[in-house]
């Protein structure tokens, strides 16, 4: 008779790393994440998901789950970004408790067993947040202002949100009904639930630092949050629309009773030119708007998979 096949226990924590550029980082990473996950007990899991960033990024990762049992490999077929990355890992974690933590090491894996202490106080969902960061001025300047707008447009969102998170399984397990193209974790997190805490960690600058998030990718990232999210641009356009309509009628009006009480001889051709020219381009935000929530039910519609996974190691 053959032997049955005994399944692993189920961990108590998972650890999601999406990895972009991170070869020469994750293995300290994942050792640290070891040492400090080893004596809390129950058990733990390490997925590293390759976001196709770098060719560097698998061979190393292979490097790692050959290595030890606790890791484990995943390969997007292409760069699907950040969230859609970090989406997938959670998507194959099985602990009752999700981490997920960036590849750079400027966030300590040292800080998980607060992450975890604060979680167990009844919280679904627990943050590391920083006081200060070591970013360059014009990145914590835009995430700044992105949290402000995003506060002011999307009320429900949990503002303290960063990319070192703690997850309750029954969290998790919701997150993956989501599946708008333009990947907000944050923004679903705050759907499901609004019971999260926070946790002050430091903030290191570490010799892996390097942001992959350029000025462009991070204003591209605010608009599809807001896009996503809000229907705050709908209502600017809207309101433009209004505004225009109300000025252009005063205007009318007072060129009008001008020329009647012959304040007005010769119409001038300069300011119908300015006055067009304002009109078109506010006509053509307004299309653009719209354009933008057209293209997401669009993508929405076609059933577009969040990510695609190439291959992914066994243990």
């Not at 090491?105 to 070591?134: C, F, I």
């Not at 190439?310 to 243990?315: K, P, S």
Request: neutral net charge; contains cysteine; glycine residues 10%.
């Amino acid at each position: 008779m053959e032997d049955a096949i005994v399944e692993p226990p189920l961990p108590r924590v998972s650890v999601v790393v999406p990895v972009y550029r991170g070869a020469k980082s994750i293995p300290a990473l994942c050792q640290r994440l070891a040492a400090v996950l080893e004596p809390l007990g129950g058990g733990h899991e390490i997925i590293l998901v390759d976001d196709r960033g770098s060719p560097e990024n698998w061979p190393a990762i292979e490097a790692l789950t050959a290595a030890g049992d606790s890791v484990r490999g995943i390969r997007l077929s292409r760069n699907f970004g950040q969230h859609a990355a970090t989406l997938c890992g959670i998507s194959r974690a099985r602990g009752e408790w999700i981490v997920t933590i960036d590849e750079d090491l400027e966030q300590p894996p040292e800080s998980v067993p607060a992450l975890l202490a604060k979680a167990t106080e009844g919280h679904l969902v627990v943050y590391g947040v920083n006081t200060t960061r070591s970013h360059a001025w014009w990145r914590n300047a835009t995430s700044e202002l992105g949290r402000n707008l995003f506060k002011f447009a999307i009320p429900s969102l949990n503002r303290e949100y960063t990319s070192f998170r703690v997850i309750h399984q029954s969290v998790a397990r919701e997150l993956e009904r989501f599946q708008s193209p333009f990947t907000f974790i944050d923004g679903y997190i705050s759907w499901v639930t609004n019971a999260y805490a926070t946790v002050v960690v430091p903030h290191a600058t570490g010799a892996h630092a390097a942001s992959s998030y350029s000025l462009r990718k991070l204003v591209s990232h605010m608009v599809n949050i807001f896009v996503t999210f809000s229907n705050l641009p709908l209502r600017v356009a809207t309101w433009l629309g209004i505004g225009a309509s109300m000025g252009g009628a005063a205007w009318g009006a007072f060129i009008l009773f001008a020329k009647l009480t012959g304040g007005v001889g010769v119409s001038g051709y300069a300011s119908i030119m300015a006055g067009m020219t304002f009109l078109g381009g506010l006509q053509l935000l307004i299309l653009g708007i719209f354009g933008e929530y057209l293209a997401r039910i669009n993508f929405k519609t076609a059933s577009m998979p969040l990510f695609l996974v190439e291959r992914e190691t066994r243990h």
